[in-house]
């Protein structure tokens, strides 16, 4: 089957698993990665599927050949109805929302799937990544501890993670610096790349030199060729 077709047929499916489930598809409109790749993107604990940041994630790596499909938690599904903020689900429920989303696109794309995630999306992501045997896995500022609780890091599984992952985390994020995290021992299969001077949402300090922008940019291109490779 031709690289154009399978892609052709992947964002059909996207798009009615989209419309079916109520979540969101970014089809490619750039040069398709070969193979065909589809992303599957969670949103962090307090904001949706559709945050700037999320929204600005899948229209970079759309333009660059990525598709991307975005899902809710139940606990922000539930908010989009009632306007109500509440805390985010228990983990198991967290996880089995993640499993079930896999499931679903993973039986109506071809080529290849990866999962991740803005920081809580990106974490659940990662428990579950070895087990659905993902292609490859993408946290974009991972809670490596809860604010105000480094002693208490949540690493234990990224130390024998067998699946290939990128981890973008600014310098300075409050649940996870560069001092902390190069501390940590983690899987030979994890690449973390630095956003200078950047916080938990990857914006880097006016005073780098380095614009928001360009970060952005260049995470959605590192994504983009890792999936092509």
Request: include cysteine.
């Amino acid at each position: 089957m031709s690289k154009a077709h399978s892609v052709s047929n992947n964002a059909q499916a996207c798009a009615q698993l989209a419309e079916q489930h109520g979540w969101l598809w970014n089809a490619p409109t750039g040069t398709a990665t070969n193979p065909a790749a589809t992303l599957i993107l969670a949103h962090g604990a307090g904001a949706p599927m559709d945050s700037d940041f999320m929204n600005d994630v899948a229209g970079r790596l759309a333009a660059l050949g990525v598709g991307v499909l975005r899902f809710e938690f139940p606990h922000m599904a539930q908010r989009r109805i009632d306007g109500l903020k509440r805390p985010p689900n228990p983990q198991a429920r967290l996880l089995d929302s993640w499993r079930e989303v896999y499931a679903a696109v993973r039986s109506s794309v071809e080529g290849r799937l990866a999962i991740g995630g803005k920081s809580m999306g990106g974490r659940m992501a990662s428990l579950i990544a070895d087990d659905v045997q993902t292609d490859a896995l993408f946290c974009l500022g991972y809670p490596f501890y809860a604010a105000g609780k480094p002693e208490k890091p949540r690493v234990a599984h990224l130390a024998d993670l067998q699946t290939p992952t990128l981890i973008v985390q600014g310098e300075r994020d409050a649940l996870g610096n560069r001092e902390m995290v190069e501390g940590y021992s983690l899987s030979k299969q994890i690449d973390v790349h630095w956003v200078p001077t950047a916080n938990h949402d990857l914006k880097p300090l006016k005073s780098s030199g380095v614009t928001a922008e360009a970060c952005m940019q260049e995470m959605a291109e590192l994504i983009a060729g890792r999936l092509a490779s």
